[in-house]
């Protein structure tokens, strides 16, 4: 597909094309010497390097021009549960306790990160800052140059799932913006997301409304808008400056596992094995995607296609405008749980939890 981006991953063996809707695509290249399922992987900004994070334990680096691991980063105790790769750094996270920063060209630790108490599921890097959300309750922000935790953010009552940050300058004429040192926003399995003001670690809003746990967060920062994805099958958009809460999407029938924010469009990945369409502004479902075999764990839109993973090991496009089914990619073995995406002349690619079942 001349102009669009290609598929390749872990696990994604090359399979024969088929004819019609759904044709097969084959895979670019298959990185495959991690020793456990991979549970994230992050592409740096020239699009050179994929990191992945896996459950043996380790990250590697890999070139995304032959496939091959460019380096092997170990020192965590446990596995591997998030990762964030930048031009010069490398960035995971562990059900150690820690965060670690890395050297791309060495693959030597230059920093580990201690301060949380439990497994920490998600990190962030943003404003030369990084923030991490933890199982200990807690979202902390650290100095990415010391390791040094600036901010502790407390009063979730359960683990803290998701991030998203917005700057002081996305924030224009918001009350405090700039003393606030910018805004974090947090989700959790407490049934809450809470906007917390960076500078001073308080708590600006709570959210509150949803009856589930939330697993998913994308932030607007022009209309300073959240959206909400959670176990109640619902998302629900919010005004961080004010915490008022602007409307309910209601139409999926189980959990929402994943959003995607694209041009005033909201797409949401859901455990009902759908992917909809929303438009952000009103709530009105527009589209639905159904042709999955289980959950939609992950999501990725790029220039009119939409690209979903599944809980059924297949990657699938989709035409977003016309919800049409274009190619379906197998090769995986388990459920898929994260995709990158590249331009014409660069690499996307997805990695599987091979040693957990599906959603």
């Not at 933890?134 to 009063?155: C, H, I, L, M, P």
């Not at 939609?296 to 090991?313: I, M, N, R």
């Amino acid at each position: 597909m001349p102009g669009r981006p290609s598929l390749a991953g872990r696990c994604l063996r090359g399979s024969r094309r088929t004819g019609g809707m759904g044709g097969g695509g084959s895979a670019l290249r298959v990185c495959a010497d991690h020793r456990g399922g991979i549970n994230w992987l992050s592409l740096s900004p020239d699009g050179r390097r994929l990191l992945t994070g896996s459950e043996d334990g380790t990250a590697r680096l890999w070139s995304t021009a032959d496939g091959q691991c460019c380096a092997l980063l170990q020192g965590h105790e446990s596995y591997v549960t998030f990762c964030h790769l930048e031009d010069e750094a490398a960035f995971t996270c562990s059900a150690d306790c820690t965060i670690r920063k890395w050297d791309v060209r060495t693959g030597q630790c230059l920093q580990v990160f201690r301060g949380h108490t439990s497994i920490v599921n998600r990190i962030l890097v943003a404003d030369n800052q990084l923030f991490s959300g933890s199982y200990d309750r807690t979202a902390r922000a650290w100095s990415v140059d010391k390791g040094q935790v600036s901010q502790e953010f407390r009063g979730h009552r359960n683990c803290v799932l998701t991030l998203a940050y917005s700057a002081p300058w996305d924030l224009p004429g918001a009350p405090c913006a700039e003393e606030a040192g910018g805004l974090l926003v947090t989700g959790s399995t407490d049934g809450t997301a809470r906007v917390w003001q960076v500078a001073g670690g308080g708590c600006w809003q709570t959210l509150r409304g949803h009856t589930g746990a939330v697993l998913c967060l994308v932030l607007d920062t022009p209309s300073h808008t959240a959206f909400t994805g959670s176990t109640d099958a619902t998302i629900r958009a919010w005004d961080i400056l004010s915490g008022e809460q602007l409307r309910v999407f209601r139409e999926h029938q189980g959990p929402v596992i994943c959003l995607e924010l694209v041009n005033r469009h909201v797409y949401s990945g859901s455990a009902d094995r759908t992917v909809k369409c929303w438009l952000a502004d009103t709530g009105e479902r527009v589209r639905t995607f159904a042709a999955h075999g289980h959950s939609v764990s992950a999501l990725k839109y790029h220039a009119g296609t939409l690209f979903t993973g599944s809980g059924d090991a297949r990657a699938r496009a989709f035409d977003a405008e016309s919800g049409a089914l274009q190619r379906v990619f197998r090769g995986h073995a388990f459920v898929i749980n994260c995709i990158q995406l590249r331009m014409p002349s660069q690499t996307t690619a997805t990695a599987p939890r091979e040693n957990k079942a599906p959603l």
